[in-house]
């Protein structure tokens, strides 16, 4: 029989739910990526049969032969994004399709198999659905989607494995920041770099996780919260803030204009990054891409051209700057306060994402 045909997944949920009291608890401050929902998706590739044995089955640790290759050589890639409550009352999950499409891309680069677009958004529907009392309902709540792809062929030749695990977690997330969004101290490294032309920058790997985390370490040992990723080749450009992209504000003969850095190929397209382009040309804000030096970083902030700057990303939604460190010295942006146009964009960002205001875009998919 072909197994070419398109896979579904299995409903195999636990027989004991989780008490409402105990999930209750678990869910009172979850923070961030600690707290699990009671179920999982998984779902296998083999080189010649294609994926199959989808299921959904309670949540719990894996059994992994030693010698699975991505514990050897990284083969893993990620995805991450949220369902949020609606306002008019039940769960939608923001632009998913972009997740698969970047999902894809991803294994591409790290030639893994690709995952076709409506299973992944299929396996993220069905979690949802089943840990549907996870999805948190207070505001800037959400519950994390946290796909992932990973080499599981047990063999340690270097070469591209053949057999794959897809798997799909869900974590119920509070707002990312305690205590309210705060601006951020931020390190400009000259010492390490994240990607570089022809390598994975714009790859969501696992391994440029393991790579920044040395820089991020140093910029904790400096008082800072978060790095600043310049460049490989001249480490002048500034590229993206921690696995966040970045964005910065001008006031130009009284126009404000917004501006990210181009997708250069190191960068991480992010889709909140995209939204925020479109979102701010919906307010009527001049939007677009540029590249930023750090001389003409300081440079704009000393001749008070340079009014705001922030990070964007799922996790944090967005992330002010007050503060910027390294070898140039110290800047402050915008006083070390949130500025109005961060605030405005959140806002604008967090009401279409819970269902409050318009979705001119078709961006939010109903999931139940
Ligand atoms: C995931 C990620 C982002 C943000 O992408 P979103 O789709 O907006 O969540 C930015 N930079 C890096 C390095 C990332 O891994």
């Not at 195999?12 to 401050?29: I, K, L, Q, T, V």
Request: glycine share 12%; aromatic share 8%.
């Amino acid at each position: 029989m072909s197994t070419a045909t398109r896979p579904s997944f299995e409903l195999r949920p636990s027989p004991s739910p989780m008490p409402d009291g105990e999930r209750a608890a678990r869910m009172e401050n979850p923070g961030f990526g600690r707290v699990f929902t009671e179920h999982m998706v998984l779902m296998r590739y083999a080189e010649g049969r294609g994926w199959h044995d989808g299921v959904l089955q309670p949540y719990g640790p894996l059994s992994m032969d030693p010698a699975s290759s991505v514990l050897h050589y990284g083969q893993a890639i990620f995805e991450g994004f949220k369902a949020y409550h609606q306002t008019g009352g039940g769960v939608a999950t923001f632009r998913p399709f972009e997740n698969a499409r970047r999902f894809n891309a991803s294994a591409r680069r790290l030639a893994m198999p690709e995952l076709p677009e409506e299973l992944f958004v299929e396996a993220a529907d069905l979690l949802v659905r089943q840990d549907r009392a996870w999805v948190p309902a207070e505001p800037g709540c959400s519950l994390y989607l946290r796909p992932l792809m990973i080499a599981s062929e047990a063999a340690l030749g270097v070469r591209p494995s053949q057999e794959y695990l897809f798997l799909l977690l869900a974590s119920p997330a509070g707002a990312y920041f305690q205590g309210g969004v705060r601006p951020v101290t931020v390190w400009v490294t000259e010492d390490y770099v994240r990607a570089a032309p022809g390598g994975t920058g714009s790859a969501k790997c696992a391994g440029n996780y393991a790579a920044s985390l040395l820089a991020q370490r140093q910029a904790l040992e400096r008082g800072c919260d978060q790095v600043v990723w310049l460049d490989a080749l001249e480490r002048r450009f500034v590229e993206e803030m921690g696995g966040m992209n970045i964005y910065f504000v001008f006031e130009e003969g009284g126009r404000t204009v917004l501006r990210t850095p181009q997708l250069t190929g190191t960068l991480l397209p992010g889709i909140t990054r995209a939204s925020l382009l479109e979102l701010a040309r919906d307010l009527g804000i001049d939007a677009g891409e540029f590249r930023l030096s750090v001389e003409e970083w300081g440079q704009a902030l000393a001749e008070g051209r340079m009014t705001e700057a922030f990070a964007c990303g799922t996790a944090a939604v967005i992330t002010p700057i007050g503060t910027v460190k390294g070898r140039q010295g110290t800047w402050t942006v915008n006083g070390g306060e949130t500025g109005p146009v961060a605030t405005r964009l959140r806002e604008a960002l967090l009401q279409l994402q819970h269902g409050s205001a318009p979705d001119r875009h078709g961006w939010m998919h109903r999931v139940c």
